[in-house]
C-alpha cells in the first residue's frame, strides 16, 4: 500500500530497498493521477521531506530518491502511453512538493553550494542535490526562482551546475532562459562537444512549443546531418522527449521523418537509429499510433 511505501521509504536500513518503496510510491501515485485516481500526496511530500533531512544520508542518494520517475519511465507502466496526461501529472506534483518543502529547497541550495570544483565523491553528491534542489524550487512558482537558476548558471565552475541550470531555465519562457542560452552558445561554439549539449538541452526541454524549436535548431548554421554527434545530440534527445515527441498533432513524427530520409543518403547506420521510437506506435492511443505508421510507411 501507498502508507507502507511511504514508511519503507523513510525507514528502511537497506538503501535500495529504500530508494525502491520511493520510487514506487511516487510512480503508483502518478500513474494513479493519470488514471484519474486520487493518491496521497501527502504520504510522497512526507517521505521526501523525511529523506531530504536525514543528516545519515549520502547526498547523492538523497538526490536520486527525491527526483520524480521519468515521463518515459511512468509511459512504461501503462498499457497505452498518454504523454499529454503523463506531462501534465509529473509538473503538477513537481510543482505542488517543490511549493510545500521550498524552504527546504532553498536551504538545500544554498548548503551545497560548491567551494571549488573538486571530483571528490562528497562534492559529486553536494552537486548532484543541489540540481536536484534547484528543479523543484523553480517549479514552486517562487519568483526568484528564474533568477537562482540563471544565478547558479552564471557562478558554476563547473559544466555539471551550469548545464542543470540552463536545462531548468530551458523548460520556461524567462527572460533568463534566453540569456542563458545565448550565453552558453557564445562561450561554447568553438567547442563542438560541449555546443552539442546546447542543441540536446533545448531538444529535450519541457518547453510548451519544443517541436517548434526543434526545426529552428534544424536550421541553425552549426548544424549539420554530417556530423553524427550533432545530428543525434538534436534528433535522438527530442525522440527521447516524450511530451515533445508524441505531440497530439503529429508534427514531432513528421520532423524526425524528415530526418531519418535526409540522413539516409549521408549514414544510414545514424539514420536507422532513429527509426525505433516511431516503431512503438502500438504502445499509443490509436490517432498517434496511425500517424507514426504513416510516417514509417512515408520512410519505407
Known sequence: SQGDLAFLSAYDDDPFARYEAMQQLMVHMLVGTVAGQAGDEAAVIAAIRHVATDPMLDPAFVAEASR?????????????????AIHAAREGLQARIGAALEPLWRDIHARTRANGFSLTPAAKGARKLRNIALAYLVASGATDGDAIAFAQFDRADNMTERQAALAILANGDSDERVAALDIFYNRYATDPLVLDKWFQTQALAGHSDTVAQVEELAQHKDFTLANPNRARALYSAFTANQWAF?????????LVADAIIALDRLNP????????????????????????????????
Open 68 to 84: 520524480l520517475p521519468s515521463e518515459a519511465y511512468l509511459g512504461d507502466q501503462m498499457p497505452v502511453v498518454d504523454p499529454d
Open 269 to 300: 547506420q545514424t539514420a536507422a537509429r532513429l527509426v525505433p521510437p516511431l516503431g512503438r506506435w502500438k504502445r499509443y492511443d490509436f490517432a498517434r499510433a496511425e500517424k507514426m505508421r504513416a510516417e514509417l510507411a512515408r520512410i519505407l
Open 246 to 254: 508524441h505531440h497530439a498533432s503529429g508534427k514531432g513524427y513528421r
